[in-house]
């Protein structure tokens, strides 16, 4: 797409841009516009997309929500904190004891990211969304451990 832009006109290209930043934002994969405008970088858009799009993010698709959520992380803390918690409860839920320690430390950067956190926009806070995380995941106690340390 920057080559295309280049061969544009001046402001041809602002427009064209603009365009394909909107198609992006609605692209029926959420997964892949998120990738898309993370690695553009269109950085604010793709805090609004993870946002607008809720918790509901797969969970498994950790190649794509773990650099985003680093990318995020310092100027959308809420859209980070979004996705590294679909990290965590995909790891805890499928049981994917290989991915603890990842979660573990996605935990951690979540507790980090709260305090940088004035609006929740409904999401439920650090502290409940641990307490509801020992409640459903209580027995899986090798990843309160490796998060304890």
Known sequence: MRAYLQRLD?????DAEERALQLAEHHPDPLLALQFLVHWPALPRAAQLVINHGPIWDGEAFEVLTP???????????????LLRTLVLFALSAGRTRRYRHAA??????????????????????????????ESFGRCWSFWQLLER
């Open 10 to 14: 001046d402001f041809a290209d602002v």
């Open 68 to 82: 985003a959520a680093e990318r995020l992380s310092s100027a959308h803390p809420l859209a980070a904190t979004i």
């Open 105 to 134: 430390e996605h935990l951690r950067s979540c507790e980090r990211l709260a305090a940088e956190i004035d609006d929740w926009q409904g999401l439920q806070s650090h502290a409940t969304f641990v307490g509801s995380l020992r």
